[in-house]
């Protein structure tokens, strides 16, 4: 009897564990944090709310959060209407189907660091070969990583190829749902396709949409890698993202209390725009 | 059962722990994990355990990180440092001095005079702590200089060395070249990093900043020091090199180095660009030599440059640091500073180096060390502030507006930088 009692316990104990110290424990520390000052070396030491009114006068990390929104502004919508087309195309019968359902989803699986150390050569201002090829056909170089103006679209194309395969399957497991018969009904009665398309495809897949957009925004909001390795947030802090900036808080100056703070609000931030998402898009449809 | 394996979990934790406590006898010394030091500290540590059998030290390389920083972070909090360390950058020592983790070597018996012998006053005055105290040993230095391309300087037709900021811009109206016609440069006067990240300015405006300034300082008293022509000058004269297209704004990670592939004439660089172009040159007259920073038109006297030093500390968890420092004295003295050169072609950091008759046959053999061995006399490291890295940081901040893009002028840009710089150390003394 006694033995039973412990059973269930032990069950779900590899969980628990794994929860205590790797979610409860970070965030309480995080939290405890929050209204301290400690460079990792150095005693703790209590400083009430001063990285909170730290981080609302700091005109950078404002900065790096309009720097991640004018990436998820042209990243989410490019995200959505190429998956979305390239799922549609791959969910007809064509050939060599399974070869380029494999080719898209190919960049999802390879390290970020290597596809983006690749597009880096490939968006060099002198060398890149992009910019080779237009020059060969009478256009002149675009600064794709130099200009403060393009860097970051130049990332979040770049971010958009790399992910656009988990998205594709994604939809296509969608596409997939959608019952054949309302299609046959839509033909009978004379729609075309963008009328198909517009008035059973898109209600009928609402909830992938709504899916696809909220992981895109989560995985938007934690753009590192990309502006990491091809411009270390230049040029002009131009592509300085949120979770650059709290990296760069923490271990480069080991401001462990701020990046803490930063981290907190960020992650709520993150929290009030899916909520704001669920309401705009998620139908009942 | 149960029972049995517990026992045995227990006598393996036992067990485990009991090696660990075994290992702790003697010191600990943690070497950097380039192969041919490790080569340098074995030879010293198996000489000084073979005629101190009652002081032994246990030679391991850094362990493996992302970098030597983080480790020793790690094992500064986890209070797992190691008693001696060598190869810690000089910019790291105030932190951790602040917070008490390292041994104020100058309480040492005989450290201060070795010390002054072995490097000069000068060096001595440059790496006492803001609290009087010294918490390393001064061992190598990387003097920064100018690579230059000798068959390049022929093809403009002179064979003097532009040393000044005139001739080098004039130089640089000269070498710039179309050379395919695609109405775009392809031939550059000089490349240096155009990365935002702090220590790519010790590169660039760090060591010019010295070269101008004899050695100037950026934090002096706790505030910012450098809001001064030198730095302005600095500034305009980089800025200048970028609006007349004798410089890249490209990043090069991943790329071909561009002095190898000759597109480049000149480059800020140290004494390990020699081994590297000898390794990588692409054709055997691959011909190049060095010479000082630049510096500015009415600039007279010995050219300084940054030193680029990293140091030997004994953490505050070493047991017997009079020990510790015994040991130091033997890789650090005279026939062991020749050792270290011969094993790892790096300068170690001793004063007129060339000129004493130990070290002649390696320089012989090696000539183009000679120019930083020369260059090592008017040398300087870092100034000891615990927030250096962000002072860095903030001047690479108004480098990139000012230097690369043009968007500020040097004037503005390094006093912005000077402004900045004082409200982080004033915050950072609250």
């Known amino acids: 009897m006694k033995k039973n009692k412990w059973l269930p316990y032990l069950f779900v104990a590899p969980y628990l564990i794994h929860f205590v110290v790797f979610v409860a424990f970070p965030v309480c520390f995080s939290l405890f944090l929050t209204f301290h000052k400690w460079n990792i070396i150095s005693p703790v030491e209590f400083v009430g709310t001063t990285n909170y009114s730290r981080m609302f006068n700091d005109r950078m990390f404002w900065k790096a959060i309009l720097n991640t929104l004018k990436f998820l502004v042209i990243h989410i919508p490019l995200q959505l ?3 979305l087309a390239l799922a549609e195309f791959l969910n007809r019968k064509i050939k060599l189907q399974g070869f380029y359902r494999a080719a898209f989803f190919l960049p999802v699986i390879v390290s970020g660091v290597v596809v983006t150390i690749l597009w880096q050569q490939l968006l060099a201002f002198d060398s890149g070969i992009i910019n080779r090829l237009l020059v060969n ?15 970051m679209g130049s990332i979040a194309v770049m971010a958009t190829w790399k992910n656009v395969g988990l998205y594709v399957i994604l939809f296509l497991v969608g596409l997939q749902t959608v019952p054949p018969s309302y299609y046959e009904a839509a033909e009978i009665e004379g729609a075309s396709h963008w009328q198909k398309f517009r008035h059973i495809t898109l209600p009928l897949i609402n909830p992938t949409i709504f899916m696809v957009v909220i992981l895109s925004t989560i995985g938007g909001f934690s753009l590192f890698i990309e502006p990491y390795i091809m411009t270390g947030g230049g040029p002009l802090n131009s592509t300085l993202s949120s979770v650059l900036y709290i990296y760069k808080q923490a271990f480069q100056y080991y401001h462990m209390g701020y990046s803490a703070t930063l981290g907190f609000f960020f992650a709520l931030l993150i929290l009030s725009v899916i909520i704001i998402q669920k309401k705009y898009i998620e139908t009942n449809d | 059962m149960s029972n049995k394996i517990l026992l045995a979990f227990i006598v393996l934790i036992f067990f485990s722990c009991e090696r660990s406590v075994s290992e702790q006898n003697g010191l600990l010394f943690w070497s950097s994990n380039n192969n041919r030091e490790i080569e340098f500290a074995k030879e010293f540590t198996e000489k000084w355990n073979k005629e101190h059998p009652n002081q032994m030290v246990r030679l391991q390389p850094v362990p493996e990180g992302q970098s030597s920083e983080e480790v020793i972070l790690a094992a500064v909090v986890g209070k797992t440092t190691p008693d001696i360390y060598a190869n810690m950058w000089q910019g790291s020592v105030e932190m951790y001095a602040k917070a008490g983790v390292l041994i104020a070597l100058d309480s040492l018996e005989g450290f201060t005079e070795f010390i002054t012998e072995r490097c000069g006053k000068e060096t001595v005055k440059e ?41 080098y811009l004039a130089a640089g109206e000269k070498v710039k070249e179309d050379s395919d016609n695609d109405g775009y440069i392809d031939k550059w006067l000089g490349y240096t990093s155009v990365k935002v990240i702090w220590y790519e300015r010790f590169f660039n405006f760090y060591s010019l900043y010295i070269a101008a300034s004899d050695g100037g300082s950026l934090v002096k008293n706790n505030k910012a020091a450098f809001n001064n022509e030198h730095a302005v000058n600095v500034f305009r004269f980089l800025q200048k090199l970028y609006i007349n297209q004798y410089y890249s704004r490209e990043r090069l990670s991943a790329a071909q180095d561009p002095f190898i592939a000759e597109k480049v004439m000149t480059k800020w660089t140290g004494p390990w660009e020699i081994e590297h172009s000898e390794k990588f040159k692409t054709r055997e007259d691959f011909d190049f030599d060095f010479s000082p920073m630049h510096v500015p038109d009415d600039h007279t006297g010995p050219v300084y440059t940054y030193a680029d030093p990293k140091n030997i500390v004994i953490f505050n968890t070493c047991e017997n640091p009079q020990v510790a420092w015994n040991f130091i004295k033997t890789m650090i003295n005279r026939e062991g500073d020749k050792v270290f050169l011969e094993t790892s072609g790096q300068l170690p950091r001793r004063q007129q180096l060339e000129k004493d008759s130990l070290f002649s046959d390696y320089f012989l053999k090696n000539p183009k060390v000679v120019k930083f061995a020369k260059q090592a006399n008017y040398v300087k490291g870092v100034d000891n502030c615990e927030v250096i890295v962000e002072v860095f940081d903030i001047i690479s901040q108004e480098y990139e507006a000012c230097v690369i893009y043009n968007k500020k002028s040097p004037e503005k840009a390094i006093e912005d930088a000077a402004r900045a710089v004082n409200v982080l150390l004033g915050n950072n003394e609250s």
Do not use: C
């Open chain 1, 137 to 151: 056909i009478g256009f002149g170089k675009v600064g794709w990583l130099v200009d403060p103006d393009i860097a």
């Open chain 1, 81 to 83: 209407i190429f998956a």
């Open chain 2, 127 to 167: 790496i006492t702590s803001s609290d009087g105290h010294i918490y390393q040993v001064p061992w190598k230095i990387n003097p920064i200089m100018t690579i230059y391309n000798r068959t390049f300087l022929s093809k403009i037709g002179t064979t003097e060395v532009p040393l000044t900021y005139s001739e």
